[in-house]
């Protein structure tokens, strides 16, 4: 079983890494916040198969951690995004206009 | 009031015993130590909870809240199948917009609640409000019934404190 | 076939992969983002190494905190990193420099001595009289107590040059980096349910880091994100900083270890000692009242300089 | 029982991951930031509750299982928030006007 | 090779990597992280250090497998490092809101700024 | 002879380490509460408390004729953490409680907060970051624990960068974002020679460590990387020439008092710490091409900063540059040491700590006066000095006094230092770091007159002030330079201080 569970927690790990991907081409910040969102959501079920897998203690506790933190993470993206970035927000603008093009039909 | 607020303590000392776990401990004696935290810390979080969120006036029809719960459950697994299928199909099929949802919930934290579990069933995200009476949806397929399963779930959500305006 | 090595792999692959992201995106907000995705990933990693102590430090505050600082400073910088810097010549001459540190130390890596010296047994032996069960909270508080004392009060320092960098009419008002982001419903309803919880997770962190993995750090970093939370969503407001209540309380946790401290002089017979029997609930108290200041001092550093409203 | 337990594990365990890959393919084949919100809200949540279900039978002890499914729900919350917390930072004008562009059939 | 071992080469990957990065860099938010990355390898070298010493507090029955002393000295590094990157990103903003730019390059800059528009 | 109270507190042994660690920390936290007007009073006091203490751990130290070890919290060495005060500690806690007290009261003005205000941004930052400050240099005297000292190395940076900033311009913004960022990477570095350190032998304690070491056969290859790490690092936070870019812009634009103490005493934190791992941890690595390689830098450093001092413009940048050329004169005691025979070897330490003394003293006087000046006229261009020297006759004094320190005249600290450092330097047949110090001497003087050149010039014609210096603050410039002009006085019994708890045998057995 405990082999199992390190396989499944292998291919957790395989689609985050395939989900960088969209951190890498983003193409506008909200992409990116929202893949690492993705990704971390991905992170805390690698940690619980991990974590049963090895019979960790505490895992529960560093699980409710990084939920807590990514959601925190993600507001603070909205925050500065709206409030203080002038630059941000033409940026995005910008460079969502390159999307349209690939709209689905 | 104060019954929201036992309602609330109750459930944040739940949670504390969830992390606790106090009767893993060996013997009664060593567990109440943890209690007694558990005690404290649930009401701290309680008063917080309060300040935060002040509760409203009217009474929670707890039977409706169960049977909200088991449907946003099942919907949210039925989303996650939407999307499973859409994602692998070859075709991708989507046809992704905009809908305007009248709303019927007041601008209040329940609408929040609202907006938030209409984003866990399938094929809407809530976006935004426009106006003071709409509720922004984004919708992945604007072929499916999206409005009528919100107001289904809206109804659901009314029924919860709202007993006279429920259908 | 064993799938550890697998997950190992993976992990390493992963984080070297998110390095060089870092180092090599065009793009400020994509190499920060790439970073707090490195955090996390390096929690898994911390709990391969069966750290989990430090996996949730790194959690909250590698990837969690100082991810919002960055992410802060991203959306006030301009989009693209400047151009310049060394030119093609030295970029070389630097990468092989870097690459020759890399591959020196990875060369001490494999010749680390067998078996490793290691402190643990001697930390084994030592832990009963602390009266905790966490090993790491017992060298934080007790063997290696002068480090946690000295650490708490390098914040303060640390606090006082970021506020010292506001302008000086500003001097009195409230901190300015983390605005409030005006009237968006889900965030409120967010700062309204997750903060209770997040107190709770905070506490038994604190609670239960004295025999189990957790900690003051892990739980004040949670509690310090639990506050910042609900400024961002306008929900509370930031003290001014010549606020006297919140000077009390940043300085209380630091106060009170010195003069446990000093009462081991008389005590214990050394600075910082605990007395033989109390050394456990005086450790708790050490926690409780440190968790309040750091937590404090965690938010209040994320908060930034003091700066007038318009 | 043990064997039933351990059947139940893998299968749930094996689903959950699929939907992880689920929610990474939508995040990388759906054609703009909001379509990528859904894969977020919706795949990786049911992903992480079907390995936190999974997960139950292999733990030691109730609490350990009622801790899971704390971080669940908690990443339920999250994910619900932030996911329309991100919608609302994509730069409305911008983004509407390409879906009306795009979903013209 | 065991994962230990692995980690350790990566910790030293990553300090090179970092250092390239804090060098050769202009932009300050990317110096800043490149600092944290040096950072993070070191901790993780030192992470390796206490999993090769460990075992006998795991036998003593204490339930964490590792030498606690680097543990308890990395936790104590980490708050050390985000206390450093805010003084850091605190000098960096309010530089750029008193007009600065966001790099230390002298005024002059050496070449000539790249074209706004791609370069891929 | 001495009073019964003294014998008392000379009893008190090693607990007598826990004041100078604790008295400014307890500063900082009543400092944050207390705030406001009595934050300059309160500090004032813990220094003037601070002065007493670090002469009693120096009256201590010279008593016994032994170091004082203490344990904190009873533990003892590899799972504890030691203090330990020599002589070199004794001497950089003299030093630091001297010139923080110095810089004390020079600061009531510029810093105070006038009655009827509430608290000033300026003066509460002020102050926290000098008690920081001294906290950090107290603990990088004491501390025996690698990683105590990498903590001590932060606190220090943490509060000399604000320090750089205090004013608030683009410019000294700058200048402190590179500070830090040259600083943190000296501190990552450290912290990654450390970790080696344990990794190879388990312990991080300096005293086991260099047992360790000593007994390691063949040395192992992490003690290498480690030592160089450590090194780098250090010497990027004291600024030695080819890491020295960050030094002279920030010490030059921050105010006059905090210049004092930031050329005065934090770059000889790190120094210190250089000192304590080559001397004191691996002093058989001294007699490698290591200890060349840091005197050769040190010359360069002697030159480069000599050379670029005579090219500035402005007052204070000439200071910083000279801080930059003193630093050089520091680093050949490496290859001093090395070359010498054991007795030798502690001369030549006696000497590097003596000039360690003069300099933070000759340069604390003379940015404080440069600080003066550059205040009355509203500038500090060196040609438009012009008859300075009559409207500010005591400032120019001072500043002159401590050039005269610097360049080594007959009673000087720097004279006795390079008289001691010479010594060996002929023995050894090593005959060119002499003559870089004479020709650094050269350069300092150089640059000196050009200064005075400008100050005496227009003596008819008397400058108009924009403001008047206080009497006080002239007179503690004044004092600072004179201490350091006449620190070769001191009698031998007292330089015999640094030589306690060294063991210059092993160095001359391991050669």
Request: cysteine-free; glycine content about 30%; charged content about 15%.
């Given at each position: 079983m405990t082999e199992f569970l390190l396989a499944a927690a292998v291919f957790v790990l395989g689609t985050v890494a395939l989900g960088l991907v969209r951190i890498l081409r983003g193409p506008t910040n909200a992409d990116r916040m929202l893949a690492a969102q993705l990704l971390g959501t991905g992170g805390v079920a690698a940690l619980l198969l991990l974590g049963v897998a090895t019979g960790t203690s505490a895992l529960a506790e560093v699980g409710l951690l990084l939920a807590l933190l990514a959601a925190f993470a993600s507001v603070a993206f909205v925050s500065g995004a709206t409030s203080g970035g002038h630059t941000t927000s033409g940026g995005q603008a910008a460079r969502g206009g390159e999307e349209p093009g690939r709209d689905a039909g | 009031m104060l019954r929201s607020a036992l309602g609330r303590w109750a459930l944040l000392f739940g949670f504390w015993l969830l992390l606790a776990g106090p009767w893993d401990g060996a013997s009664w004696r060593e567990a109440l130590p943890d209690l007694a935290v558990g005690l404290l810390a649930g009401s701290l979080a309680t008063w917080v909870s309060l300040r935060l969120l002040p509760p409203t006036p009217e009474r929670i029809r707890y039977g409706a809240l169960l049977r909200l719960a088991s449907q946003f459950l099942g919907k949210s697994i039925v989303a996650g199948f939407d999307i499973a299928r859409r994602a692998f199909d070859p075709r991708l099929p989507l046809r992704p917009g905009y809908l305007d949802y009248p709303v019927r919930i007041p601008p209040s934290p329940d609408r929040a609640a609202f907006g938030a579990l209409t984003s866990l069933t399938p094929g809407t995200l809530a976006v935004g409000s426009d106006e003071k009476d709409h509720l922004v949806y984004h919708c992945l397929d604007l072929d499916q019934p999206n409005a009528a399963s919100l107001a289904s779930d809206e109804a659901l959500l009314l029924r919860i404190r709202f007993a006279d305006s429920a259908q | 076939m064993s799938m550890a090595p697998a997950v190992d792999a993976g992990l390493a692959l992963l984080i070297l992969g998110l390095g060089l992201w870092i180092i090599a995106a065009r793009s400020n907000f994509a190499a920060v983002v790439g970073f707090m995705t490195y955090g996390l990933m390096l929690a898994l990693v911390w709990v391969r190494l069966t750290a989990v102590d430090v996996a949730m430090t790194e959690a909250a505050l590698g990837a969690g905190l100082t991810g919002v600082l960055l992410l802060g400073a991203a959306a006030r910088l301009p989009a693209e990193a400047p151009g310049g810097g060394p030119g093609a010549g030295l970029r070389v001459l630097v990468a092989v420099l870097c690459v020759g540190v890399a591959a020196a130390l990875a060369g001490v890596v494999l010749s680390l001595p067998e078996p490793a010296p290691s402190l643990a047994p001697l930390v084994a032996e030592n832990l009963p009289p602390t009266g905790v069960k966490n090993p790491v909270t017992g060298v934080l508080l007790a063997h290696r107590a002068i480090d946690t004392l000295l650490e708490t009060v390098v914040l303060i320092p640390a606090l006082i040059g970021v506020w010292a960098l506001a302008a000086d009419r500003a001097w009195g008002a409230r901190p300015g980096a983390l605005t409030p982001r005006p009237s968006s419903s889900s965030l409120t309803l967010l700062a309204q349910v997750l903060p209770p919880f997040g107190i709770l997770v905070g506490v038994h962190l604190v609670w239960a880091g004295a025999d189990e993995p957790g900690g003051k750090f892990q739980g004040a970093a949670v509690l310090a994100a639990m506050w910042v939370l609900v400024v961002m969503a306008g929900l509370a407001d930031l003290p001014k900083v010549t606020n006297r209540l919140m000077r009390y309380t940043l300085v209380l946790g630091p106060l009170v270890f010195v003069a446990i401290g000093l009462a081991g002089i008389w005590t214990?017979?050394?600075?910082l000692a605990l007395p033989a029997g109390y050394a456990k609930p005086l450790i708790v108290l050490i926690e409780v009242v440190l968790t309040l200041s750091v937590a404090l001092m965690l938010g209040l550093l994320l908060a930034g300089p003091p700066k007038e409203r318009a | 029982m043990s064997l039933a337990l351990d059947l139940f594990t893998i299968m749930s365990v094996a689903l959950g991951a699929l939907f992880f890959l689920a929610g990474t393919v939508g995040l990388l084949r759906f054609p703009d930031t909001l379509t990528r919100l859904h894969a977020l809200t919706k795949a990786d949540n049911l992903g992480l509750g079907l390995i936190v279900l999974g997960l139950l039978p292999q733990v030691g002890s109730v609490v350990a299982g009622l801790g899971l499914i704390a971080v669940w729900l908690l990443a339920l919350l999250a994910g619900a928030t932030v996911g329309q917390l991100l919608a609302g930072a994509v730069p409305p004008s911008e983004s509407r006007q390409s879906h009306r562009e795009g979903s013209r059939p | 090779m065991s994962g230990t071992t692995l980690f350790g080469l990566c910790g030293a990957a990553l300090v090179g990597l970092g250092l390239y990065g804090l060098i050769c860099h202009p932009g300050v938010l990317r110096k800043i992280l490149a600092f944290n990355l040096i950072g993070s390898g070191v901790f993780l070298l030192f992470g390796v250090i206490a999993k090769r010493g460990g075992g006998a507090l795991a036998a003593a029955g204490a339930g964490v497998d590792g030498d606690p002393v680097p543990q308890a000295l990395v936790i104590t590094g980490l708050v050390v490092a985000f206390a450093a990157t805010a003084i850091a990103v605190a000098l960096l903003l309010r530089l750029v809101e008193l007009g600065g730019r966001d790099t230390l390059e002298d005024e002059a800059p050496r070449r000539a700024p790249p074209p706004p528009g791609r370069r891929s | 002879m001495s009073p019964a109270w003294l014998a008392d507190v000379l009893a008190l042994g090693g607990d007598l380490l826990v004041v100078p660690l604790m008295l400014p920390v307890g500063g900082l936290l009543l400092g944050l509460v207390l705030g406001g007007r009595h934050l300059a009073r309160v500090a004032l006091a813990l220094m003037v408390l601070g002065l007493a203490a670090a002469l009693a751990v120096a009256a201590a130290v010279l008593q016994a004729g032994a170091p004082l070890h203490y344990e904190l919290g009873g533990w003892s060495a590899p799972l504890g953490v030691g203090l330990k005060a020599d002589g070199l500690s004794a001497v950089l806690l003299l030093i630091s409680a001297l010139v923080v007290l110095a810089v004390g009261i020079y600061a009531q003005r510029p810093f105070g907060v006038a009655p009827g205000t509430a608290e000033t941004r300026s003066s509460l930052a002020f102050w926290m970051l000098l008690l920081g400050v001294w906290a950090g240099l107290n603990t990088v005297a004491l501390g025996q624990d690698l990683f105590t000292l990498f903590v001590a190395l932060e606190l220090l940076t943490f509060s000399a960068v604000p320090l750089v900033a205090l004013d608030g311009r683009a410019e000294t913004l700058t200048a402190a974002l590179r500070y830090l960022l040259f600083a943190l990477l000296g501190s990552v570095l450290y912290l990654l020679g450390a970790v080696l350190f344990y990794g190879t032998f388990g312990t991080l304690d300096i005293a086991l460590l260099a047992t360790a070491i000593r007994g390691a056969d063949p040395l192992p290859p992490a003690l290498l990387a480690a030592a160089s790490l450590m090194t780098v690092g250090l010497l990027a936070k004291t600024a030695l020439f080819p890491l020295h870019l960050w030094l002279p812009p920030a010490h030059a634009g921050a105010p006059p008092a905090a210049s004092a103490v930031l050329s005065a005493l934090v770059v000889k934190g790190s120094f210190f710490l250089i000192v304590r791992i080559w001397f004191d941890l691996m002093p058989m690595l001294l007699t490698t091409t290591a200890a060349q390689i840091l005197g050769a830098l040190g010359v360069a450093a002697i030159l480069y900063g000599g050379l670029l001092a005579l090219r500035q413009a402005r007052l204070k940048l000439l200071v910083a540059y000279s801080t930059l050329a003193q630093l050089g004169y520091l680093f050949l005691v490496f290859p001093l040491a090395a070359a010498s025979e054991a007795a030798g070897s502690v001369d030549v330490l006696t000497g590097g700590m003596l000039q360690l003394v003069s300099h933070a003293l000759a340069k604390a006087g003379m940015f404080l006066a440069a600080g003066l000046i550059a205040a009355s006229l509203g500038q500090d261009q060196i040609s438009a000095l012009g008859g300075i020297a009559r409207a500010m006759p005591i400032t120019v004094l001072a500043f002159g006094l401590g050039g005269l320190a610097l360049v080594g005249l007959e009673p000087s600290g720097a004279y006795l230092a390079k008289s001691l450092l010479d010594g060996p330097a002929a023995a050894g047949g090593q005959w060119w770091w002499g003559l870089a110090m004479s020709v650094g001497g050269l350069l300092t003087a150089a640059y000196l007159i050009r200064v005075f050149y400008h100050a005496l010039a227009g003596f008819q014609l008397p400058p108009s002030l924009k403001r008047r210096p206080a009497r006080y603050q002239e007179l503690i410039a004044l004092a600072l330079a004179l201490g350091a002009l006449l620190l070769g006085l001191l009698p031998t019994e007292l330089l015999?201080?640094?030589?306690?708890?060294?063991?210059?045998v092993e160095l001359g057995g391991l050669r």
């Open positions: - | - | 214990a017979g050394a600075f | - | - | 015999g201080l640094v030589e306690i708890g060294r063991t210059g």
